[in-house]
């Protein structure tokens, strides 16, 4: 099949994911056309891989430049030239309303493209609820040809936030799990935790609904009873305020920032523990590469990470803000060597069952669906 791909680039889940089922999908033979305004960080050279720029002039009278419609303009003339099959656009806000309108241009000239919208979270839970979103988002899941999303959670919220009838198919996220090393590096580990202490990780876009100085204030707990340092991977706009905390500390020099990573998993395969601390977390994917590692994590048991880190199994759940709980299951499954192997061999074996091979088929079953009809 041919298959466009709409996504954000940047270092987000929602992007992370459309990337690897593209890279995924080609790798199967299928051709895919990435459409976005700049090259997916993960997105790798591939002969059944093509990039499309969505470039927006910056004209004097747009104070604000009109992306969507020039990402219209693009789908419209990718799905003519490159003779798309089906669209998938990841994140419902603004690729849903433009793959619409480009499938009602397309229509126009006699060219039928389904389009696949894949819900992934804050487009639903935080950003896609505001009013001045809302009406938007509701006529475009409407008028997807189909629409999965990434969690039975996210589906309750989808129907709860929005007055939509329709279908909504979940197909969760994935990990290809033997593609992840479970081997620490030992330089890495001399590096990071000179003496033998415990290594706490958390990955994230720093945003307010992370919750990072949860994360911090678990972590200070913690070493009161056992020694430990913490990683933090990635960027965003709490992570000048949270670092400033750190520095405060008497204890910051044992919290290390390493900024925005392309392979995280490089450093998360020789830490010990994962720590997720978000409010609202529709999947929680990073939680997932961290398990692929065999990281057992501690998180919250908000939306749909009960989904993902199954308490007894992979890691432990606790409620949003409860760092002592969070301190003290982190505790539970750092303090004992035996009950660490176990919850790392529990994190690997529920990583598997967010398997690429167990979820690539099911998409490309919903794109012969969609496709179908007008074979029939
Ligand atoms: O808001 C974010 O954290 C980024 C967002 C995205 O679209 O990049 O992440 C969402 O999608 C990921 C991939 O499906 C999920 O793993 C994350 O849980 C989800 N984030 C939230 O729900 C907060």
């Not at 009873?225 to 405060?248: H, N, S």
């Not at 048991?301 to 803000?321: A, F, Q, R, T, W």
């Amino acid at each position: 099949m041919r298959i466009g791909i709409v996504c954000y680039p940047t270092f987000g889940g929602s992007g992370v994911v459309a990337t690897e089922l593209g890279m995924a999908l080609a790798e199967k033979g299928h051709v895919i056309h990435f459409i976005t305004y700049d090259r997916p960080v993960r997105l790798r050279d591939h002969p059944n891989v093509f990039y499309h720029e969505v470039r927006v002039s910056d004209y004097p009278l747009f104070d604000y430049q009109p992306y969507e419609l020039v990402l219209t303009s693009k789908l419209v003339d990718v799905a003519k030239f490159a003779g798309l099959d089906v669209l998938h656009v990841h994140y419902a806000i603004p690729h849903a309303s433009a793959a619409w309108m480009a499938q009602r241009i397309l229509a126009a000239q006699g060219i039928r493209l389904p389009f696949v919208t894949t819900l992934h979270g804050t487009d639903i839970t935080l950003v896609g609820r505001d009013p001045s979103f809302e009406p938007v988002i509701t006529f475009s899941i409407e008028h997807s040809d189909a629409v999965t999303a990434v969690s039975e959670s996210l589906k309750r919220d989808t129907r709860t936030h929005f007055p939509v009838e329709r279908e909504v198919q979940v197909i969760p996220n994935f990990v290809c799990v033997d593609q992840y090393s479970h081997v620490p590096d030992q330089g890495l580990r001399d590096r990071y935790a000179p003496n033998g202490e415990r290594l706490l990780v958390h990955v994230s876009n720093f945003r307010p609904v992370k919750r990072v100085q949860d994360v911090v204030a678990m972590f200070l707990h913690l070493r009161e009873q056992l020694p430990c340092r913490l990683l933090l991977i990635g960027d965003g706009p709490e992570r000048q305020r949270i670092e400033t905390l750190c520095r405060a500390s008497v204890h910051g020099k044992d919290i290390l920032f390493l900024g925005k990573m392309t392979r995280p998993e490089e450093v998360l395969s020789s830490c010990d523990l994962f720590v997720l601390t978000s409010e609202n977390e529709s999947f929680g994917l990073a939680a997932l590469e961290a398990m692929a590692c065999g990281i057992p994590v501690v998180s919250t048991d908000s939306g749909g990470l009960p989904e993902v880190n199954i308490p007894g199994v992979s890691g432990l759940l606790s409620g949003v803000g409860d760092i002592l709980t969070m301190a003290s299951n982190a505790m539970t499954i750092l303090g004992d060597p035996n009950t660490h192997a176990r919850f790392k061999e529990g994190a690997i074996e529920q990583a598997r069952r967010f398997d690429l091979m167990r979820i690539l088929p099911q998409y490309e079953k919903l794109y012969q669906d969609v496709v179908a009809p007008v074979n029939a």
